[in-house]
């Protein structure tokens, strides 16, 4: 075991952490049963390289990027992976009779000499990232069993798994179980899961159609097919995750919702939200990936600059009003309200908010799931959080007026009321409201901020290279004619890392309107959408595209996303 305590004094007496963040580790680590280093960088009080460099010059043993090494398959067979995964460590490196093995705490002893034991090595530690560590477990000791070889499997089970196609009510249910909990296909099952996963998939589609079927992960934005599992399958795949969700493998003609726990070691749990829609060949599945240690609650880190993160905060420390943020779906709305939340999460806050469905769960916020077929809904929600003493509300989704009606009430009486909208851009916003049936004297005086937000993917840090682009093409984009000169535009070659697509990881471009009071005088004196919208960048107001180009120009991401997520100004 590491000692803890003195990390974290030393920690925050080299003033890289403070005493209040300390406190706010340990009560987390006590929850979660994890490590300190990691509970701070989760919680993003420190950055991993920070704590990294730290433990380097703490224990005078070097560090070392495991991203950037690749070990030799000699080197791994020396230690088991039930060692490596107890203890959170990896070999890296064999010389004469000395094993290089990198660790994340490299004051913990027992693990030291529970190599020397095994391997009769002498040990020699580096220190990389806990989050590090255990991807290169998750690389190197993870079975790579491919989709084909589990395919074999069923080359034998040809009748176990044949259905009559045109009569689907005569299918009878214990066939469907018992081929649902077949070994071949709980193997495919768990290999879709796990699969999906390990590539970094939002999303995986099941869709059935007349004579195949096809499997498919959304993976930063952008679907790509990975398999055509045999028709017969389709039933069995479909009810073995019915099973698994605890929903009725019997309903095939009304659509089922449900979720999937697993559990993935270190305390790690991995949930599915599944999503069972009957279409014409057999029933679709949709299953959201939510992994909480994944959820980005720090918002430096979600792709805001610097000046608009300033008056984003400003906005939602006021005591009350209305903070919208609106886009389309997947567009990561939920996950700005989120970090807003985490950032306005005191002892001293109660915050209540109203979800369908709840993605994550947030200690500290008192968070009410959404039941329409029982009469909860957001409005009712609504009315009943302001009888519950809060400071915060956050609504899902503003729907209707009377959901609208409610909000704007709250935001007048003293509540900071966070909400989204569907909306293309944040001007827009407003006429949404308006013709909800929202007065505009309401709107003017309700609403703090209304920001719109998009998700582009960002170029693969490994393979990125800079390209010639014409500078015709940049002012076509949107860039100043001064600024084509000095604009350098970069492209994804495509490398081992980002399974050669060019892109690895997702950021957003933001479009973030502040109410000011000549903003609100113009909605009170009716004005269009348009005239909004060339008022706030009078005022300094950047639009998607523009925030979009910031990116371009620093190298994030590329013109091929510039154009797909955001419309010419």
């Not at 196609?165 to 768990?190: C, M």
């Amino acid at each position: 075991m590491a000692d803890t305590d003195r990390i974290g004094e030393l920690l925050v007496k080299d003033n890289l952490i403070t005493p209040l963040q300390l406190k706010n580790a340990v009560t987390a680590q006590r929850s979660s049963g994890g490590r300190l280093g990691h509970e701070l960088t989760k919680l993003g009080y420190i950055e991993e390289n920070e704590l990294i460099a730290f433990l380097s010059k703490q224990y005078s043993v070097p560090s070392i990027n495991l991203s950037e090494f690749e070990i030799d398959q000699d080197v791994l067979k020396i230690l088991p992976k039930e060692v490596v995964t107890r203890h959170q460590v990896i070999p890296v490196n064999k010389t004469g009779n000395t094993l290089i093995v990198a660790m994340a705490d490299p004051s913990n002893i027992y693990a030291v000499d529970d190599i020397k034991f095994i391997t009769g090595l002498k040990v020699d530690v580096v220190v990389a990232s806990e989050q590090a560590i255990a991807e290169a477990v998750e690389k190197y000791y993870t079975s790579t069993v491919s989709f084909d070889e589990v395919m074999i499997d069923f080359v034998e089970e040809d009748e176990e798994f044949e259905f009559e196609e045109d009569a689907e009510e005569d299918i009878n249910v214990l066939d469907l179980q018992k081929s649902a909990g077949d070994a071949p296909v709980v193997k495919l099952v768990n290999l879709i899961l796990l699969d999906a996963i390990r590539k970094g998939a939002s999303d995986i589609h099941i869709e059935p159609y007349e004579k195949q079927v096809r499997i498919r992960y959304r993976i930063d934005g952008v679907l790509y097919e990975v398999m055509r599992p045999p028709t017969k399958l389709k039933d069995a795949i479909t009810s073995r995750l019915k099973i698994m969700s605890n929903l009725d493998i019997a309903e095939r003609r009304l659509p089922q919702d449900g979720r999937i726990k697993m559990k993935m070691g270190r305390g790690k749990v991995m949930d599915f939200r599944v999503s069972i829609l009957p279409v014409l060949w057999g029933e679709k599945v949709v299953m959201r990936l939510l992994d909480q240690s994944n959820l980005q609650l720090d918002m430096t880190k979600l792709g805001f600059e610097e000046k608009v993160l300033a008056g984003f905060k400003d906005a939602i420390n006021k005591p009350f009003g209305m903070i919208l943020i609106t886009g389309p779906t997947g567009s990561g709305k939920t996950t700005t309200l989120y970090s807003t939340l985490s950032e306005l999460n005191k002892t001293s806050t109660n915050i209540c908010t109203a979800e369908d469905p709840v993605e994550y769960n947030l200690f500290g916020i008192n968070q009410v799931q959404m039941h329409d077929d029982i009469g909860l809904n957001f409005a009712s929600a609504l009315r009943s959080f302001l009888r519950q003493d809060p400071d915060i509300v956050m609504v899902g989704e503003i729907r209707d007026f009377e959901t609208a009606e409610i909000a704007v009430k709250a935001a007048l009486t003293g509540h900071l009321v966070l909400s989204t909208l569907h909306t293309n851009d944040a001007p827009s916003s407003v006429s949404r409201l308006l013709n909800m049936g929202i007065e505009p004297f309401l709107v003017a005086s309700s609403v703090n901020l209304i920001g719109a937000q998009r998700l582009v993917r960002k170029l693969c840090s490994d393979c990125k290279e800079a390209m010639e682009v014409p500078e015709q093409v940049l002012i076509d984009l949107g860039v100043a004619p001064d600024d084509c000169a000095d604009f350098q535009v970069m492209r994804g070659a495509g490398c081992r890392t980002c399974n050669n697509t060019g892109y690895k990881g997702r950021i957003a471009v933001y479009e973030i309107m502040i109410m000011t009071d000549e903003l609100s005088e113009f909605v009170l004196n009716g004005a269009s959408t348009l005239e909004l919208k060339r008022e706030a960048i009078r005022q300094g107001m950047k639009t998607l595209r523009m925030s979009a180009l910031s990116k371009l120009g620093e190298g994030m991401t590329s013109m091929e996303e510039i154009v797909r997520a955001t419309a010419p100004d």
